[in-house]
């Protein structure tokens, strides 16, 4: 049995925000456009949880920047029968933006909703968190933002987070003011207004215009924007662009051919000529930087091999490929594949719609921590889930090795992900895994 | 005995000799880990070695590793050679992740099928190095460091010395003994509302009590014996800024016996409704912190606005300096040399690592009189001591993450 983290600890992260330089301002709207389109904010909602939910919602544990679960919602937890059950601690004090107190039954039906393969009990001020197998990494689980806690009441989602939703026009436009009483401290902005389902091009122009302060940056245009003297923040390598296989091989020839196939896609190229180096070539599912192995997993162009198990495969049926055609970037990455795969001989007929044989994905990153990482891309790609002996990276490299060896998946790049900030935008903040912290973001008066 | 005070150049030293002494490599626990592994797969014989460093060791500790794993791999009666007359080639990586090092090994054996195996061990929470001192006058005296946001600290003469910690929700007694702050007793302190986002805090020292507490929205009364007790209510009362120098000011009668100033309950700033006044200023902008400086019959005041500009106020003219950028802390420390007065200042500068200096208020501009001196981390409290000889800060450092609280004076060249 064992209890972990600190109440202090996160309190002194949290916290950490005054600057002798110039101490926060309160005040401002953040002005910010994305290209997510979500029908919903809800993080138990039927599409899964945007990312957006981090602004109302929050979860009971938070990964530090090393991937190391952090108290929040709940101060602590400890583990009972080799990880089976889980008992965890809820902070005192804290309410819902209706003013609504955070207790142990409210958080047990939040997650029972979240988990349907969990027994969630309220037991005093902690819950109960029982699964059927042993869950090592359930607190950094709980750091996933589908676990944020909400309470429902008319159909309608609340949240504990520093932010509630004043106006909400699904897919279009969102619009966010303080919590005045969030239990972290008040932030920073009056209010945020959130552009949605505005494409790179779109945001760059709002921008220009000065018409939003925050935009997303595409990988390939990292560089650009940069040069262009833009004040641009991007992530380590982490989002996977893979090509996934609907089906495993059904035969020794199509498990040579797709051996072919992952061998002769020029991965090198297409993240410097199609992504301008805005990624980063990989055979692996996670990235180096979070397994510590991922080298190890062969990246580059093997014309030669991929020719030897080509020949290996007697019979090949041309492939579908599938790619988001509302995203040039996927077009020509699709085509590149298209080319190299015709040089070993192999045929890819591309498509935008309709039955496939394998898509052309991008999956956005969710956790820091490897293993949920790991579990959560085997989710997404439809691939079962995967098995750890332990918490060791040899342990999580059997469980991708594992993974790769269904012939279901081909890893192509991980990408970056970036923001352009305006200069007057102060402590923009976001977790190793991408989660937008704007609780601590302050607006200073622009100069001109 | 109090402890010396140190100089600033030993202070910023210490700090980052200690967490690189703590990241000094122990690579045993690795190297004991892989090396049994290796030979399980090889056995005793001649094979090649190749090391190849992907993680953020240093070239030093890379030798390092590979002096210990040779030693490791010679005791097993694995002896390392040139590839063309070995039977094995092992080719090690030296990786890492956010947690932990991760070493690699392949090897290649004639024909058979590469071989991998992988063993991995924590890594320290930090390995980055600190910044370069510079010799200065302005000396600090450390006195703890915690992981609890630090808002304000005082020491109270006596026997024994006690140290007074406010943090968000208690306030902590020191006491020094045997050359040392030991913690003592703590006492909660009970907010009705969340406390704001950049919580700030003042300890105020009394003659008929021992102390008062001002936090956003609560008032805290201490008694006036130890051991302590305290009685904090909801309060928006006006926080006590600077008595001291006021106390202490010259026999014109144009001085106010001291300056209070309401706070922003729910911000990090004063609201700027001054209590008394200064002369006939009643009000001076909202400001995130103060520092006065005596003239032989009035006292200027010096407000760190919100809006980032100076204000300065001398009793019936208020001006404005748009022109001199300082950052948001302020505090006034007398000496005995100079002016008399002088004015610590933090100063624009990169995020996360602030800076500050040291300037005297001849007439209405500052004159620089220190250098620049890089804090290491984060300065989120600033207050001078109601003794007016040093003030007090607290500094988030950027390695450790944890609060320092220290005492800074000047001293003559």
């Given at each position: 049995m064992r209890r972990c983290c600190s109440i202090s600890l996160a309190i002194s992260l949290l916290y950490a925000v005054a600057l002798g330089e110039s101490r926060p301002h309160y005040g401002g709207t953040l002005r910010v456009a994305v290209k997510e389109a979500p029908a919903s904010i809800d993080p138990g909602g039927t599409a899964g949880a945007s990312f957006l939910a981090s602004f109302v919602f929050e979860t009971l544990v938070r990964l530090d920047d090393r991937g190391m679960p952090q108290p929040h919602l709940a101060t602590s937890w400890q583990a009972e029968s080799g990880d089976q059950r889980w008992r965890i601690f809820l902070r005192s004090g804290v309410t819902f933006s209706d003013a609504a107190r955070l207790d142990a039954a409210t958080v047990a039906a939040s997650l029972r909703a979240a988990n349907a393969d969990w027994k969630v009990m309220a037991a005093g001020d902690a819950v109960i968190i029982e699964t059927a197998s042993p869950r090592p990494a359930l607190p950094a689980e709980l750091a996933l933002m589908s676990n944020a806690v909400a309470r429902h009441e008319n159909a309608k989602a609340i949240g504990t987070g520093p932010f509630l939703i004043s106006q909400f026009d699904p897919g279009k436009h969102l619009s966010l003011k303080a919590n005045d009483q969030y239990w972290n401290g008040r932030p920073f902005l009056d209010a945020v207004e959130i552009e949605l389902g505005k494409n790179y091009r779109e945001q760059s122009a709002l921008f220009d215009l000065g018409k939003t302060d925050v935009i997303e940056i595409a990988p390939e245009n990292i560089h650009r924007a940069e040069a262009a003297g833009r004040t641009v923040l991007s992530s380590r390598p982490f989002a996977l662009m893979a090509l996934a296989f609907a089906e495993p091989p059904k035969s020794a020839d199509e498990s040579h051919a797709r051996n072919a196939l992952a061998m002769s896609i020029d991965r090198t190229a297409i993240n410097h000529v199609v992504v301008q180096d805005g990624g980063e070539p990989t055979g692996a599912l996670l990235p180096n930087w979070l397994s510590g192995y991922g080298f190890v997993f062969p990246a580059g162009k093997n014309s030669e091999a991929a020719r030897r198990e080509k020949l290996l495969a007697r019979r090949v049926t041309p492939w579908t490929l599938r790619y988001d055609a509302g995203d040039p970037v996927s077009r020509v990455i699709a085509e590149r594949i298209q080319l190299n795969v015709r040089d070993v001989g192999l045929t890819i007929q591309l498509a935008i719609s309709g039955a496939s044989d394998l898509n052309l994905l991008e999956i956005s990153p969710l956790s820091a921590d490897a293993r949920v990482q790991l579990r959560e891309l085997a989710s997404a790609l439809g691939l079962p889930a995967p098995k750890l002996a332990g918490s060791s990276a040899a342990d999580l490299y059997a469980a991708e090795k594992a993974l790769l060896e269904t012939q279901q998946v081909i890893p192509l790049l991980h990408l970056k992900s970036a923001v352009s900030v305006r200069a007057n935008v102060h402590r923009w903040n976001s977790s190793?895994?991408?989660?937008?912290?704007?609780?601590d973001v302050w607006l200073s008066a622009e100069k001109p | 005995m109090f402890s010396p005070l140190a100089r600033w150049v030993g202070f910023v030293l210490a700090l980052c000799i200690f967490p690189q002494a703590s990241f000094s490599a122990d690579w045993h626990q690795l190297t004991d880990q892989l090396a049994p592994k290796i030979t399980a797969v090889t056995g005793p014989g001649v094979v090649a070695l190749e090391i190849e460093n992907h993680s953020s060791i240093s070239a030093a500790d890379v030798e390092q590793v590979r002096s210990e794993l040779k030693s490791a791999l010679s005791t097993a009666g694995i002896k390392i050679w040139q590839p063309d007359q070995a039977s094995a080639t092992i080719r090690i990586t030296l990786s890492e992740n956010l947690q932990n090092y991760v070493w690699v090994a392949e090897i290649q054996q004639a024909a058979e099928e590469r071989s991998l195996l992988i063993v991995s061990a924590p890594r320290p929470a930090s390995s980055v190095g600190g910044q370069n001192a510079r010799p200065l006058t302005l000396q600090a005296t450390r006195l703890i460091s915690r992981a609890e946001p630090i808002l304000d600290v005082a020491v109270i003469e006596g026997n024994p010395r006690r140290l007074l910690v406010l943090g968000r929700d208690s306030v902590t007694i020191y006491e020094f003994t045997a050359n040392r702050w030991l913690q003592g007793q703590s006492v909660a302190i009970t907010h009705d509302k969340p406390m704001p986002r950049d919580p700030r805090g003042r300890i105020f020292l009394r003659k008929d009590h021992l102390f008062d507490l001002y936090l956003p929205g609560v008032g805290c009364r201490s008694g006036n014996a130890w051991p302590l007790t305290m009685n904090c209510t909801a309060s928006d009362d006006p926080w006590s800024l600077a008595a001291g120098p006021l106390q202490s000011a010259p026999e014109s009668g144009s001085l106010e016996p001291g300056l209070s100033v309401f706070f922003s309950p729910a911000r990090n700033f004063f609201t700027g409704a001054l209590v008394p006044g200064i002369g006939k200023q009643k009000s001076a902008p909202p400001f995130y912190s103060a520092a006065p400086v005596p003239r032989d019959k009035y006292v200027l005041w010096l407000f760190a606005g919100i809006d980032g500009q100076l204000h300065i106020l001398d009793g019936i003219n208020q001006q404005n300096a748009p022109k001199i950028e300082w950052g948001s802390e302020i505090a006034s420390v007398h000496t005995a040399c100079r002016s008399g007065w002088e004015v610590l200042a933090t100063l624009p500068g990169d995020p996360g690592q602030d800076t500050i200096q040291v300037f005297e208020f001849p007439d209405r501009g500052p004159v620089e009189v220190s250098q620049k001196i890089e804090l290491p981390g984060d300065l989120t409290a600033l207050w001078a001591g109601q003794n007016s000889e040093s003030a007090a800060a607290v500094v988030r450092n950027n390695e450790t993450g944890n609060y320092e609280a220290m005492l800074l004076n000047l001293t003559c060249n």
């Open positions: 190793a895994s991408g989660e937008w912290r704007v609780e | -």
